[in-house]
């Protein structure tokens, strides 16, 4: 089992920038890696990027590509997920889950608010 918490999320205005955190506790050696997902209500939860624990592989939607960038810090087993030029279509709420080897997603976070204004 392991234990994600989201934080960073906030408003900012369209063309700004946010950074989100997921601190991962318990098994971290489990799992392959973090993703990030978001979600606006009554959608499907959407994929916006992912990294591997070792190697620092990532991975992105198109949507977000040149614009989102994701980063672990082992020592530390937070994952970051750094948003620039925002767009009001990036509101959302974001969460991070654990890839396990299997490539699913598990141990989902609570998630926190983004909102961009234009």
């Known amino acids: 089992q392991v234990h994600l918490v989201e934080s960073g999320g906030g408003l900012v205005q369209a063309g700004g920038s946010l950074r989100l955190s997921c601190a991962a506790s318990?098994?971290?050696?489990?799992?392959?890696?973090i993703g990030w997902f978001r979600q606006v209500q009554e959608k499907e939860r959407e994929f916006v990027g992912m990294?591997?624990?070792?190697?620092?592989?990532?991975a992105y939607a198109d949507s977000v590509k040149g614009r989102f960038a994701v980063s672990r810090d082992p020592t530390e087993s937070t994952v970051y997920l750094y948003m620039n030029s925002l767009k009001p279509e990036d509101t959302a709420v974001y969460y991070c889950a654990a890839q396990t080897g299997s490539y699913e997603y598990i141990n989902w976070g609570q998630g926190t608010q983004v909102t961009v204004s234009a």
């Open positions: 318990g098994l971290i050696f489990k799992t392959r890696g």
């Open positions: 990294v591997t624990w070792s190697g620092g592989n990532t």
